[in-house]
């Protein structure tokens, strides 16, 4: 995640009273910042360039929210600039500290990232051979040392090294970072600024999101349009591998083959309030169209040059790994249905038993843990007081402890042996759904690291598994992009209904059990999951007519699965339910049965999860908003449950 935004312009003073003296592009930079705080908020900086005075390039930066930069721009009073660049940071590479935030300085220059550099290991050897001295531990310090060396070279070459034209020295750093960025595995949005040409921002992008803010005598950059929609609403887009040149009345644009293109633009049509939602009603809202990005990150640079698979932190032996005879996974709510999920995919990859354990039950019974047991945390937060206790009971017998958690730094990565970190950014909305999908996805990562560091799968089964996870964010895209609106209706259709049935089966199960919390904690609705096995054991007395029930249904593929889910609708249609149909295109068997269908791209079985629990969320939005209710933030509800 990460939020970056950029602007040029005049050297004008402030228009906001609160900030007489401090500047427009200060004054801009965190406007774009508060509204970007979203994208993350451990910690955050600036970078101000200004056209004479003793240092022409100043970079302030602080720890924490945004509140802290503000202090320490107080009282560091830079003068008006006529370029900035500011960030707000969610860590990946190194911790939240002040060294890790943006911008990163190198010699005459200053740069923001938003990404991951994947390569960033052997870049940071090579700029540490050329003499240069790393003061933090994030892969962007690495880019900003290399475009220095590269923007170095080349002023020399030019003869520019002493009397340097600002436009000259501006072009140069255009060919700079055209050359760096080429070199880069990743993604990134990239902006420089150089003292040398105080007028410009230089920019690039591949994979992350950035656009441009087209204005009168300035312009601007953002992570998206919430970073400068109060000051222009004219916006273009940038496509991946181009290079941009913006200055106060221009902006220029190259291609990946060097010729300049001209960007579509649009005109902004949200307020400048619903920008920091992306648009969208509702933080949920925008989390579930976050998701196909969430399960892209969280797969980006997993694979070593030796096409291993890698976690983020190790500190397990891998020996140690290697004799593990139980897995327990911990967790509460959403998370503990994704480690669920997990026990699917890594029982039949690995071979290892796979107990799942709600936190708070697992750390006042009696659990039987030894050495042998790895005992994997599932959090979002990080900071679930139940999961950090189970975490410590384990360990307290001989466990090793995996966790996977989308915080970094937080408590349970920090006590953890190993950590995978689910790159869904920051969820806002208090119900979890994109960190559900990154969970999962990073469950099947740690079952495939297992799987091939205990020979369980040859190299290339594994390879398969990963590039069938590689399409899931396209197959997401396109799901919401044919599904939503029947969906949403479908939510305010039955906005008078006080139950639901969710049925599942193998992994269909979890997701049924996460389709019901989902109603239940946003719309206040009596909802059930069940094993779709289980019904006739009981639940069946439930239905009666006219009670809406979900069902997964798995792909007919696997004719054994299929075929008894198919049964399943059959005994609850003929008891009056009405039947809503998640189901394959071009699963024609559930016609017959299905009062409405669903329909979800082709993919495998194990996968499956990753694709239907999103009508679900979807449904559950719907139905609580035409309920009138507080999507975001319902009632009872906190979205870090820090206590026991
Ligand atoms: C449901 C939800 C909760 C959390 C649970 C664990 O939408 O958000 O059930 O999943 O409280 O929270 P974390 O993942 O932060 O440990």
Redesign the pocket.
């Known amino acids: 995640m990460c939020g970056i935004v950029g602007h040029v312009g005049p050297l004008t003073p402030s228009t906001a009273s609160s900030a007489p003296g401090s500047g427009r592009s200060l004054e801009v930079l965190l406007d774009g910042l508060s509204r970007l705080e979203y994208r993350g908020y451990d910690s955050a900086g600036v970078a101000l360039v200004r056209p004479d005075g003793v240092e022409r390039l100043t970079t302030v930066k602080a720890a924490g929210k945004l509140d802290n930069l503000r202090a320490a721009l107080d009282a560091a009073a830079p003068a008006p600039a006529t370029a900035g660049i500011g960030h707000t940071r969610w860590a990946t590479h190194g911790g939240p500290t002040t060294e890790n935030a943006h911008p990163h300085r190198a010699g005459s220059l200053a740069v923001v990232h938003n990404g991951i550099i994947e390569n960033f290991r052997s870049l940071r050897a090579e700029v540490e051979a050329a003499g240069r001295t790393l003061l933090s531990a994030t892969d962007t310090e690495v880019v900003a040392h290399l475009l220095d060396l590269d923007f170095t070279d080349r002023l020399a070459a030019a003869g520019e090294a002493g009397t340097v034209d600002p436009d000259a020295a501006a072009a140069l750093l255009v060919e700079s970072m055209r050359a760096v960025t080429a070199r880069l595995e990743g993604t990134f949005a990239l902006l420089a600024v150089t003292e040398l040409a105080p007028g410009a921002i230089v920019a690039a992008r591949r994979s992350s999101p950035l656009v441009i803010g087209l204005g009168e005598g300035e312009n601007f950059l953002g992570s998206d349009v919430a970073a400068f929609v109060a000051f222009t609403t004219h916006a273009a887009e940038v496509d991946d591998d181009q290079v941009l040149l913006l200055t106060a009345d221009s902006v220029t644009v190259w291609d990946a083959a060097g010729d300049v293109v001209t960007p579509r633009q649009w005109e902004v049509s949200w307020d400048a309030s619903a920008a920091v939602k992306g648009g969208y009603d509702t933080f949920m809202d925008k989390e579930i169209h976050d998701e196909p990005t969430a399960v892209a990150e969280t797969l980006l640079g997993r694979v070593d040059d030796r096409g291993e698979l890698v976690l983020d932190e190790m500190r397990i032996d891998p020996a140690v790994l290697r004799s593990i005879d139980k897995i327990i996974v911990v ?8 480690g669920h999920v997990a026990k699917y995919a890594i029982e039949h990859w690995c071979r290892i038993p796979v107990e799942i354990e709600l ?1 708070h039950e697992f750390r006042y019974r009696d659990p039987i843990v030894s050495e042998k047991t790895l005992t994997v ?8 007081m ?2 950090i206790q189970a975490v410590r009971h384990a360990r307290e017998q001989g466990s090793r402890a995996l966790a996977i ?3 970094y730094g937080s408590t ?1 990565a920090r006590e953890a042996d190993a950590v995978l970190y689910t790159h869904a950014g920051p ?1 806002v ?5 994109k ?2 999908l990154a ?1 999962i996805t990073a469950c099947y990562l740690l079952g495939l690291y297992l799987a091939q560091l205990r020979g369980n799968k040859w190299p290339d089964e594994v390879a398969d598994y990963l590039e069938n996870l590689g399409k899931m964010p396209a197959k997401l895209e396109r799901l919401l992009a044919e599904q939503e609106d029947s969906i949403r209706e479908l939510g305010a259709q039955l906005a008078d209904q006080t139950s639901f049935l969710f049925l599942g089966r193998h992994v269909g199960y979890p997701v049924a059990l ?1 389709g019901a ?2 109603l239940k ?2 719309a206040y609705v009596h909802a059930e999951g069940f094993a779709a096995g289980e019904l006739k054991h009981g639940p069946i007395a439930l239905v009666e007519d006219g009670l809406p029930v979900f069902v997964i249904v798995p792909t007919p593929r696997r004719p054994v699965l299929h075929d008894k889910v198919i049964s399943n609708i059959q005994e609850v249609r003929a008891r009056g339910a009405r039947t809503i149909v998640i189901a394959e295109e071009g699963d024609e068997a559930v016609t017959p049965f299905a009062d409405t269908v669903i329909r979800i791209p082709a993919t495998p079985t194990l996968m499956w999860p990753l694709l239907t629990v999103v009508p679900l969320q979807i449904f559950a939005s719907a139905l609580a908003k035409a309920k009138g209710l507080d999507v975001d933030q319902p009632r009872n ?5 820090t206590v026991e």
């Not at 967790?331 to 994704?338: D, L, N």
């Open positions: 967790a509460c709510g959403t998370a503990a249905y994704a936190a945390a599932i959090s979002q937060s990080g900071e679930t139940d999961t958690v989308n915080t349970i969820e909305a208090v119900a979890s759904t960190a559900f969970q996460e919390l989902k904690e946003v509800l906190a979205k870090s449950v």
